[in-house]
């Protein structure tokens, strides 16, 4: 199978990776354009460009037009964490169309944060999709889903990377048996929920919540954009959080006796 594949971030970097190391041939990578991804005014590469740099893998930061289809004549397109709009001429082009790799069981938890969304609410179990890309967001026909347990430990990078693993292998036996696209089911639209994109302020702790939801508010954020809050007029990360036993710090008798002590007390653990 011919591929065009289409990705971002270090989660789409794992199916790349898989895609390549299989019997398939992927023809030429489609990833985003460099931009400054930190402080100061240099502009970096996302991380599935910079893999195709080092490896002399065929990369384009832009959309790429029909004439190139064309000539790569690709028997599908493999979507995977890309975070732009494909057009339509380009996703039904190849014989096969394209599939897209969603982190959720859809039709639940369509959008732009789908596992995010799915710690903070507390949820024990989700799974990945591998649907047929349509014009309408993660609404396209399903092609295999997998379920997968959201473990007591798992944050946000934990799970994503997890969920991506896992669709990355369901996806390469899709290719090896295409015929499985045709036989893709549509999704029960009635059912469907939309995630919403993270905003700064969707990151600030809100103390009067019960603590389990705290703690899944900080676990369904990661590093680089991390729940906070404010002490004293400064800014504090949270990068993780957990309950704590009366004993389990040095520093327990600043938290007060056990039954005495008031919601929200802080402690401090040694590790």
Not at 7 to 28: F, I
Not at 40 to 45: I, L
Not at 142 to 170: P, R, W, Y
């Amino acid at each position: 199978m011919k591929i065009i594949f289409f990705g971002t971030d270090e989660n789409a970097k794992l199916v790349l990776r898989d895609l390549l190391a299989s019997s398939h041939n992927v023809v030429l990578v489609v990833t985003v354009p460099d931009k400054i991804r930190s402080r100061g005014t240099k502009k970096t590469p996302a991380p599935v460009k910079e893999y195709c740099l080092e490896n002399k893998i065929n990369c384009i930061d832009q959309m790429p037009e029909i004439s190139d289809l064309a000539d790569l004549c690709p028997d599908v397109i493999v979507v995977a964490s890309f975070g732009r709009i494909i057009p339509s001429e380009i996703i039904n082009w190849p014989k096969h169309g394209s599939l897209n790799l969603h982190p959720s069981l859809l039709p639940k938890y369509r959008g732009p944060s789908p596992v995010h969304t799915a710690i903070k609410n507390g949820d024990h179990s989700t799974g990945v999709s591998i649907i047929v890309l349509s014009k309408e967001l993660d609404a396209g026909p399903i092609v295999k889903q997998e379920n997968h347990a959201i473990e007591k430990a798992d944050n946000l990078k934990t799970l994503t990377e997890n969920l991506f693993i896992k669709g990355s292998n369901i996806i390469l036996k899709i290719l090896d048996n295409p015929s499985k696209i045709k036989e893709a089911k549509k999704q029960d639209h009635s059912f469907s929920t939309m995630t919403k994109k993270i905003l700064k302020e969707d990151r600030h702790i809100d103390w009067s919540q019960p603590g389990e939801k705290i703690i899944n508010h900080i676990r369904a954020l990661d590093n680089n954009n991390a729940a906070y809050s404010f002490l004293d007029g400064k800014r504090i990360i949270f990068f993780s959080a957990s309950f704590m036993d009366d004993c389990a710090s040095s520093y327990h008798y600043l938290l007060g006796s056990k039954g005495n002590r008031p919601p929200g007390m802080l402690g401090i653990h040694p590790s």
